[in-house]
């Protein structure tokens, strides 16, 4: 398992104040900046990833490295591709560590908002490197838990932990805790497969929760009706 750190980023306070509506002259300017000056010295978004083989194709089930994923969807996106790469991102732990007070909800929303920018880095520069180091041209992902809760069941994160080694290495690894709900710890992390592809694809794409506030792409009628056939 490869493990990536020291990833840049970038917290830039105009942009992140227009981000969360925080006038600028206004009360709340000074506090936002100190939280977010905080977060620029302690942050530390990193990511684990792992090169795996496929093995074996089923109607909707594939084994990976002896360990087998049970989703339609993803066994369709894995038609052509014969490898994978298993990773976790996260925004890492360290702003969890910074003492707000108590039931403050805007500072929690500050500080979620500041996360959700250092996840999105360390996905990126996860991706990039991937990409660069392996060649690949055109590829997507698929997380356990997005979309459709049966598109592929977050369940099915125990067995995505154990292609990278087990909870324990990853949490030694990376700083992110698989809880027995399944839900990662920061809660700014994310999960998944990644392989190559002919055409773009998002979970979105397959996903019926019109309403979901981190949709990123139409749900696509053509594409799930092919998805749920042999």
Known sequence: METITRIPFEL??????????????????????????????????????????????????????????????????????????????TCGHELDEIPLPAGDMLMEFWRDTIKTVLLFAATQHLNRQIDRRYRLAKTASMSPGSGDADTWPIQEQAALFALLGGRDEVRKQSGVTLTESFLMIPNKTVSGLRFPVDKDFRSCQVCHRVECPSRSAPFDKTLWEMMQHE
């Open 12 to 89: 830039d306070v105009k942009t992140l104040m227009a981000r969360v509506h925080v006038v600028p002259g206004s009360d709340d300017e000074a506090a936002f900046t100190a939280l977010v000056d905080q977060a620029r010295a302690i942050a530390n978004p990193r990511a684990v990833y792992r090169e795996c083989f496929i093995e074996a194709k089923g109607v909707d089930a594939v084994t990976i490295e002896g360990i087998t994923f049970t989703s339609r969807t993803l066994r369709k996106n894995l038609e052509k591709p014969e490898r994978v790469f298993a990773y976790v991102a």
